[in-house]
């Protein structure tokens, strides 16, 4: 059973405009989440993170949202540019304690100039 | 240079061959991983491990096996390939020192079609 969960295989967004990648789990012991870009032909690169300490992380365009109630995380890219067209993985686990991390099955974002 | 490589980039191989994919990284990280991704199944880790002397099964480790033969190099083992372990693998490493929690830094992959 996947632990992590990306219900969008694909958003199509207008340039400019604001991105909401959104992304749940199951286990509520998980503690530290992170968000992902990858590009074709490349590995992921780390985006952002968040500990379930807060419920809110901001990094210049991207925002992380935590909903630690609903077990929902979501990315919000703003504004939107071209070369954020990726796709993006949320992952989840447990901090410090060894666990491995669960990766959703990605959001391929497109953004339309 | 890339921080983190992987080799072979692509790999076609047939049923029972024995194949390994290397992982070498130069950021002085004590954990390595493994992972696959398949369509549909994101990436779902296979082995990791914290150190030299430590190696921990991840969520599908049948069928494979590793070896950390340095702190720098983490090798994965497919003994006897069948079709269903066509997929794209991912190494990555991870420093916990770095006080940023568990980011981990991927490798290009490596895509491995078994015939």
């Known amino acids: 059973d996947q632990q992590v969960k990306q219900n969008s295989p694909s958003l199509s967004v207008q340039e400019g405009r604001i991105s909401i990648l959104n992304c749940d789990y199951t286990?509520?012991?998980?503690?530290?989440f992170l968000w992902y870009k990858k590009y074709p032909a490349e590995g992921p690169t780390f985006l952002i993170s968040i500990s379930s300490i807060k419920d809110k992380n901001e990094d210049g365009r991207f925002t992380v949202f935590l909903n630690k109630s609903a077990k929902h995380l979501s990315l919000h890219i703003v504004p939107s540019q071209p070369g954020d067209s990726a796709v993006y993985f949320c992952?989840?686990?447990?901090?410090?304690?060894?666990?491995?991390?669960?990766f959703g099955t990605g959001t391929s974002l497109t953004v339309i100039p | 240079d890339a921080d983190v490589t992987q080799t072979p980039r692509n790999r076609i191989t047939k049923t029972g061959k024995r194949i390994m994919l290397e992982c070498s990284q130069t950021?002085?990280?004590?954990?390595m991983y493994w992972y696959r991704q398949d369509p549909g199944l994101g990436l779902r880790l296979i082995y990791y491990?914290?150190?030299?002397?430590?190696?921990n099964k991840g969520e599908i480790s049948d069928g494979y096996s590793v070896s950390r033969q340095a702190q720098a190099k983490f090798s994965l083992s497919l003994e006897s390939a069948i079709p269903n372990q066509t997929a794209l693998y991912f190494c990555?490493?991870?420093?916990?020192?770095?006080?940023?929690?568990?980011?981990?830094?991927f490798g290009p992959g490596t895509r491995l079609t078994v015939l």
């Open positions: 950021k002085g990280h004590d954990r």
């Open positions: 286990n509520s012991m998980f503690d530290y």
């Open positions: 990555a490493t991870s420093d916990l020192r770095q006080g940023v929690g568990d980011t981990q830094y």
């Open positions: 491990s914290f150190d030299v002397k430590d190696i």
């Open positions: 992952a989840a686990g447990r901090l410090n304690t060894g666990n491995q991390f669960y």
